[in-house]
């Protein structure tokens, strides 16, 4: 694994991140530093080399850009034939601009793809931050770019991601798709955040007259998350933050996971949504954005399309007798540079995201999805990071009257910031990265489910089975006999007969006993997030039971004592001794307080 920091490339063994770690500084000079200082730029959080772009160049190279402090740079870095090699270096005298492939800004997204020796690359291309561009360059084609200061095209983008997806098995027809948010302003009306998924042909070498070394086959849609209301009106997740592409066996039609945020402050909340490459390439085949009337309005354009049909790539299956898009005619060209937008929107499979998050104190910002074969079936389990410095292993499952069940499988703490940034897997590993560092997770962790059939069963993790003695990793390559799971119900009854004692047809039994007027501990530690604790008294001599509720009877320890430990460690924490004294005095009179209501 190869990681850019600030100032450093590190290159990481997937095993164990922490094993031996290479080490490259490539800092800025003094000079530069000065000159970036002068510019009135902070000296930690801009004035260095914030590596952006780490592209594999080839078997031996990698081509790495930093933001310069405010000058982006590019160069090569040697990682020679074999993992097995202690080779990591910069390549000597091989230092060039990085115009056009690393930001000035590092807090500035940026998105690259190096394919076939070219790089294309969505970046802010001035030392100010105003000119968004996609470029190209590198390799032997033209280099390119989007219209500049058009609007039209780009409107002060955040790029997310970018994925080559092929459209057919012509490998002219391949695109190279761009995920991003931007500004819309509509005559009369503030801006509002729209995501947006774009593409443009690979081989797409500009226009002859019109469009000179800029894409002529730039297409923009936009992309909805949006719950419905009952009134008919949908609640809008419009800030993407985040995109996973899931491989399928059908490499034209990969999986799309977007990650989306309310933009505004009247509620937090975020969402995840799915599409399908099908519902996205019918929106681009389907009418163009135009803007008309005494009111200038977007409406959908009825006139004459012209051939080829805009966004068209040459050579392919619609155009093989036209190798460069240099021979479109100029009417192409021109209805290009005034229509790059898709009047019809992308919507997500089934019109509504797969997982909402509302009235919580947290956003999700990141995602990665894994497959899992499972001994009921195969489940995408989803990795959600969070802005408090938080994953959330999720899974969600369909149900018999078409609705869903999302199943939060569990919560991990990773970072104590209150931001995580991209997440990967690879080797059954989960690898997060923030502000403050890198670590590495196991996507499986069943021996937090405890050793009883029961409660593994109910942990409904696709990961983890009981396999007769333990809560272990589950492999179809198991006896069917000593497995035990049940992911789409989570029935312990069913699964885990003869091997829980005090069982009937709808719970597992705990019988404790105490004496009449007097306190009995009562003790159930549930290993699952998914399991119902509750408790019945049965008298002697009687055959009813009468379930105690918490506020009458009950006094639920946790919360106590989670309380007393927060005061006291408000109490201690302060800087005046005698307000320790006396915080801690008052806090346990509350804490005698709070015992006596409860009882």
């Known amino acids: 694994m190869y990681v850019g920091s600030k100032d450093h490339i590190l290159s990481l063994d997937l095993h164990d991140i922490n094993k031996d770690p290479h080490i490259i500084h490539w800092p800025v000079s003094e000079r530069r530093r000065m000159e970036c200082l002068v510019s009135g730029k902070d000296t930690n959080e801009e004035c260095a080399n914030f590596i952006r772009l780490i592209e594999p160049w080839n078997r031996t190279q990698l081509y790495i850009c930093g933001t310069g402090a405010y000058n982006p740079v590019c160069t090569f870095v040697n990682r020679g034939h074999k993992s097995q090699e202690e080779i990591f270096n910069l390549e000597p005298g091989k230092v060039e601009s990085g115009k056009g492939k690393c930001s000035y800004d590092p807090k500035l997204n940026s998105v690259s793809a190096l394919i076939n020796g070219e790089l294309y690359a969505g970046v802010y291309v ?8 996609i470029f190209r360059t590198l390799g032997t084609k033209t280099a390119m770019r989007t219209d500049q200061y058009n609007s039209r095209w780009l409107n002060d983008p955040t790029f997310i991601h970018v994925q080559l997806i092929p459209d057919s098995a012509e490998r002219n027809d391949d695109k190279l798709y761009f995920f991003f948010r931007e500004k819309s302003s509509e005559m009369g009306q503030s801006p509002v955040t729209q995501s947006r998924i774009g593409r443009i042909c690979l081989n797409d070498d500009g226009g002859h007259c019109c469009l000179v070394n800029k894409w002529s086959t730039f297409l923009k849609a936009r992309l909805i998350c949006s719950v419905p209301g009952a009134d008919g009106m949908e609640t809008h997740f419009d800030e993407l933050r985040d995109v996973y592409i899931q491989p399928t066996q059908d490499t034209k039609n990969p999986v799309i996971y977007g990650v989306f945020s309310v933009s505004g402050s009247v509620f937090k909340g ?40 805009p966004g068209t790539c040459p050579g392919g299956t619609f155009t093989p007798n036209m ?34 998050r509302t009235n919580v104190d947290y956003e999700f910002t990141t995602i990665t999805v894994d497959q899992v074969t499972a001994a009921d ?41 209150r931001f995580v940034f991209p997440l990967t897997w690879f080797l059954q590993q989960l690898y997060v990265s923030s502000a403050v560092g890198l670590t590495q997770l ?18 409904r993790d696709p990961y983890c089975a009981w396999d007769g003695k333990s809560c272990s990793r589950y492999s179809s390559s198991q006896k069917r006999r000593s497995r035990r799971q049940d992911v789409r119900y989570g029935n312990p009854i069913r699964q885990c007969r003869g091997f829980n004692s005090n069982t009937n047809k709808n719970t597992l039994e705990m019988v404790q006993y105490g004496v009449e007027g007097s306190s009995t501990f009562l003790e159930c530690q549930a290993r699952s997030p998914h399991a119902v604790i509750k408790w019945h008294l049965q008298r002697d001599n009687s055959d009813r039971r009468k379930e105690v509720r ?14 007393f430990v927060q005061m006291q460690s408000q109490a201690l924490t302060s800087t005046n001794p005698h307000h320790s004294l006396q915080f801690l005095w008052f ?13």
């Open 270 to 309: 975020s969402a995840v949504c799915v599409y399908s490459m099908a519902d996205i390439r019918m929106v681009f085949n389907g009418p163009f954005a135009h803007k008309e009337g005494p009111n200038y309005q977007w409406v959908a354009y009825t006139g004459k399309i012209p051939y080829p049909r």
């Open 587 to 599: 806090y346990s009179h509350r804490f005698r307080q709070y015992v006596n209501e409860r009882r």
């Open 550 to 563: 918490h506020h009458t009877q009950v006094l639920c320890s946790r919360p106590v004592l989670q309380m």
């Open 442 to 459: 196991a996507l499986h962790r069943c021996d937090a489910y405890g050793e009883a059939c029961a409660d593994c069963c109910l942990a």
């Open 126 to 133: 001035d030392f100010m931050g105003t000119d968004s561009a």
């Open 377 to 417: 079936g195969n489940y995408e389990v989803l990795f959600l990071g969070t802005d408090r410095g938080t994953v959330q292993k999720v899974i969600v499952l369909p149900r018999d009257d078409l609705q869903t069940e999302e199943l939060v499988l569990e919560e991990v703490e990773v970072f104590k910031v």
């Open 323 to 356: 190798k460069s898009t240099k021979d479109y005619p100029d009417e192409v060209i021109n209805f290009m540079r005034n229509h790059p937008a898709m009047y019809n929107a992308v919507y997500p499979v089934h019109k509504r995201p797969l997982v909402v």
